[in-house]
């Protein structure tokens, strides 16, 4: 059983040991957007990591030109911003990433044409071009925004870690039912908010915060006393709340990062919320699966493992707290 204590220890550390900007799109992010009848503007967004940078390129119909591309360094990713001369319009025509089958990453691609919605697609090795249509399908926006949800909280390592804290604090599928659905509703709260310009507030300290509570439940974790349960414990749903609402800035930031597409901004912000949630549910199920594990095997290492696991989660969250203070 110490194997399945260092295993659990193991994947945590795994998913810490990762970029630090907890809100930065870590897929590629390829956007067109159109200047004039004949000219369009591209930007290539690609992670460094994951083979997008080296191995793939934009490609777009025949009849366009790309121009030179001028590119930076920006954190983890190479940005190149070029121009595209089209001699027809691309409705109907196939666009997206040449040499992705090699890659290990997907993509996000944002098309805005003159006069007409913005479209958004997903990129993935096997889906790498797609068609420019004349007006998106209000359902290929939600399954877009719906699968951007799912990979956002499952690859923003605070968001993850903070809810894993939070599993292994409570414990009780009910109250963790409950908490969860604390924190959904105020994130819900304040993404809608943000995303549509009623509140707002600068992505730093958004990240200084989300990285407060992490450390904050890690605190709480070690400190647990059977017979003294924690603020946390006693008030579970209010921890969740509150925290949640900072976590919702920082989910409107990635989804300010990528867009929404024009004329479906309700139906992308909740195709995304509800992505957020189905990894939410992904995330407190295996974490509460793995704790059932270790009680019905060895109920002795099940304090042990769980302490091993907050520390390397309280210790990175920390880490990234003194970084984006500094």
């Known amino acids: 059983m110490r194997s399945l204590a260092v295993f659990v220890v193991l994947i ?17 992010y390829l956007e067109l957007t159109q200047v004039d009848g004949h ?121 993850l870690l903070f809810v894993i804290a939070l599993v292994l604090l409570l414990r009780r599928p009910w109250t963790i039912a409950g908490a969860a ?16 310009g009623f509140i707002g507030l600068a992505q730093a300290p958004v990240e200084a915060l989300i990285a407060v509570s992490i450390v904050f439940l890690a605190v709480e974790i070690v400190k647990q006393e059977p017979d003294a349960p924690r603020f946390a414990e006693r008030a579970p749903w209010l921890v969740a709340f509150a925290f949640g609402l900072i976590h919702g800035f920082g989910f409107a930031g990635a989804l300010r990062e990528i867009g929404l597409p024009e004329g479906e901004v309700p139906m992308a912000l909740v195709a995304f919320n509800l992505g957020v949630e189905a990894g939410q549910l992904v995330i407190v199920a295996a974490v509460l699966a793995v704790l059932a594990i270790l009680r019905r095997a060895a109920p002795f290492a099940t304090r042990p493992a769980v302490l091993a696991a907050t520390y390397v989660i309280g210790t990175t969250a920390s880490f990234w707290l003194i970084e984006r203070l500094l």
Do not use: N
């Open 12 to 28: 945590v550390f795994l998913g810490c040991a990762k970029p630090t900007r907890a809100d930065e799109l870590r897929p590629g």
């Open 39 to 159: 000219t369009w503007t591209v930007l290539w967004k690609a992670p460094v990591l994951g083979g997008l940078a080296t191995r793939t390129r934009p490609a777009l119909p025949s009849f366009c030109t790309l121009g030179p591309a001028q590119s930076r360094l920006d954190g983890g990713a190479v940005v190149a911003a070029m121009t595209a001369t089209c001699t027809r319009d691309l409705a109907g025509e196939r666009v997206g990433l040449a040499g992705m089958d090699s890659a290990y990453t997907d993509a996000l691609l944002r098309i805005a044409p003159l006069g007409r919605p913005v479209q958004a697609e997903r990129l993935t090795p096997v889906r790498a071009m797609v068609t420019v249509a004349t007006v998106p399908d209000r359902w290929q926006v939600a399954r877009t925004y719906l699968a951007l949800g799912i990979d956002h909280i499952l690859a923003g390592y605070d968001h």
């Open 181 to 196: 659905t604390a924190f959904t509703a105020a994130h819900s709260l304040t993404l809608a908010g943000t995303t549509l």
